[in-house]
């Protein structure tokens, strides 16, 4: 390798660890024996984890937001599939401006994704509540799902939904037995990262949760007590671990489509 | 069912009810959850708050207020300057990881690329939160320095001011700078550089004159990424920023909480889309220059 590549090498290894160290923070502070967050560490713990667990309003949180993060992947990913297909298949300007207002929100600020919501859901008699998070992560997930499955639908090659309609299969049918099989590594993916989204989604949600917190607004409500620091440290820890490993996930799936699909693309 | 029915006739390419039924989740979600909740927006702006939902009248007077009253310029202002520091920040230290991802990293760049993405899929507020622990009086930062004796007394000079929002920022939004850049890097035809110096040019002419200009659109894409959210964040400032690093983001909760006057709130966050129509109609201007270049 040249010089100026092994330099950059060095700078890349330096980001990494710039990009990780506040991070890794976080599990090391989990495991220390003292309510403060700082050097010198006072001794292994497990005591903020033994916490966790029998923790009513956690685990009322957590369950929350495992039920929000799924149902809003759900639509999301539905959403995704659909206005995708639409926008590359159905050769219709209202599918292209849908599928151009669908990516839109990446242009929105949070807050006022947060705050057109809340008038809206006040609107229409809903308030905040459940499902008006719901709406609120399929909006902020959309983008994600519809870049993801776009790309997804555009590398499948024209010839494979033609052949099926030529064949005689409804356009239903190829949708459905053609086209969905073939990008199913995108739809898993898509989903587990707006599963993710949602999850750990705090600016919308403020806006819109009830009087049912989900994990981050829980989070954040106890980052104002230094007492319970090292217990969000934990839970922090929990929700990495986890995050890493569906995160690691989605990228292995996704990577094996890609594999599976490559040489027939070309 | 319809799929019997049209399976019967091969030339009928979309049924109606199958292009309804496909059209309706994003029409729902596009027309109602976005279009018409950012109308909803638009319209509260020009009410006069009367404490019910939709207020009252109509009026001018928010945006008379915006444009009169300086501390609306001085948080607009900082939050434009905060953001674009963040993204000059994030979109100049990410630059040189796409160019490795893109030209260097051979078989690791898968591994690479998942390394650089992951942070953040971890909580963005315990992210933020780190950064406090770090830069706290009793913080990281503090106790290493004094550890190691460039410093006798732990400073204050770290946490609420900011400077720390920009670095928080810059950390939490790096991911997002990197992938776009690395994409246009990576879809620029090698033949390309390889001419550059069958013609004589040197590795750092051909990068400024063939490579940079042509990842511009991907630079341009990174940069509105990370400025689009930044300019808009509340939770930063709150967590780590202090009361001299307010942006409108707080404002503009503050009008959807403890103020109680969305329709001047409304006001505030149309304020801010045109702010950011202002810079997305820049970028896409200059995304235009280089694209003729290329």
Same mark, same amino acid.
């Given at each position: ?111 006022? +994704? ?5 008038? @809206? /859901?006040?609107?229409? #008699? *809903? $308030?905040?509540? =459940? ?47 053609v086209m969905l099989p073939l990008s199913l590594p995108a739809i898993i993916s ?54 890493? +490993? ?5 990228? @292995? /799936?996704?990577?094996? #489509? *890609? $594999?599976?699909? =490559?040489?027939?693309?070309? | ?294």
């Amino acid at each position: 390798m040249d010089e100026g590549g092994r330099w950059l090498g060095i700078y890349v290894i330096a980001y990494l660890i710039f990009l990780y160290l506040p991070v890794l923070l976080i599990p090391l502070f989990s495991i220390n024996d003292s309510i403060q967050a700082a050097f010198p560490l006072q001794g292994f713990t497990l005591q903020w984890y033994a916490t966790l667990l029998g923790n009513s309003a956690l685990s009322s949180a957590l369950l929350n937001s495992l039920v929000i993060g799924a149902i809003a992947a759900t639509g999301a990913t539905l959403c995704g599939i659909t206005v995708s297909y639409m926008d590359l298949y159905g050769r219709s300007p209202l599918s292209a401006t849908i599928s151009a207002i669908a990516r839109l929100p990446i242009l929105i600020p949070g807050v006022i +994704v947060g705050i057109s919501l809340l008038i @809206l /859901v006040n609107l229409i #008699g *809903l $308030g905040p509540s =459940r499902i008006a998070i719901v709406l609120g992560h399929i909006l902020v997930a959309l983008p994600t799902t519809v870049v993801i499955m776009r790309s997804r639908f555009a590398a499948i090659p024209k010839t494979i939904p033609e052949a099926a309609l030529d064949l005689g299969a409804s356009d239903w049918t190829t949708f459905r037995r053609v086209m969905l099989p073939l990008s199913l590594p995108a739809i898993i993916s898509a989903f587990m990262l707006a599963f993710l989204i949602s999850f750990d989604e705090f600016i919308v949600v403020f806006f819109l949760a009830g009087t049912e917190p989900t994990l981050p607004l829980y989070i954040w409500s106890q980052l104002r007590f230094p007492k319970s620091l090292p217990t969000v440290m934990a839970l922090g820890t929990s929700i990495l671990a986890v995050s890493f +490993v569906i995160a690691g996930t989605a990228e @292995l /799936v996704r990577h094996r #489509g *890609l $594999g599976a699909t =490559r040489p027939s693309a070309k | 069912m319809s799929t019997i029915v049209a399976a019967q006739v091969p030339e009928v390419r979309s049924s109606s009810g199958f292009r309804i039924g496909m059209l309706l989740p994003g029409a729902l979600v596009t027309f109602l959850l976005i279009l018409f909740a950012l109308a909803l927006v638009i319209f509260l702006a020009f009410r006069a708050n009367d404490g019910s939902l939709l207020g009252a009248g109509f009026t001018v007077a928010n945006f008379i207020t915006v444009v009169s009253d300086p501390l609306y310029w001085t948080v607009t202002l900082r939050s434009l300057v905060i953001a674009g520091l963040v993204t000059f920040a994030t979109v100049v230290t990410a630059y040189p990881v796409a160019y490795y991802l893109a030209f260097h990293a051979g078989r690791r760049r898968s591994l690479l690329l998942f390394l650089v993405t992951l942070p953040f899929w971890t909580s963005y507020l315990l992210r933020v939160f780190a950064w406090k622990i770090v830069l706290a009086y009793n913080g990281v930062l503090n106790s290493a320095l004094i550890e190691s004796g460039v410093w006798s007394e732990p400073t204050l000079a770290f946490l609420n001011t900011p400077a720390a929002v920009v670095v928080t920022l810059a950390h939490a939004y790096a991911p997002f700078a990197i992938l776009p850049i690395y994409v246009a890097l990576d879809t620029i035809p090698k033949s390309l550089i390889e001419a550059a110096s069958d013609l004589g040019a040197r590795p750092f002419t051909s990068f400024r004159r063939v490579v940079l200009p042509n990842s511009m659109p991907g630079v341009l894409a990174a940069a509105l990424v990370v400025f689009v959210p930044t300019v808009g964040d509340y939770v930063t400032p709150a967590l780590v920023g202090g009361p001299a690093s307010t942006m409108i983001g707080t404002l503009i909760q503050a009008q959807f909480g403890k103020a109680n006057d969305w329709p001047f709130g409304a006001a505030l966050s149309v304020a801010v889309m045109l702010v950011i129509l202002c810079v997305v109609l820049v970028a896409r201007a200059t995304d235009r220059r280089f694209g003729s270049r290329a």
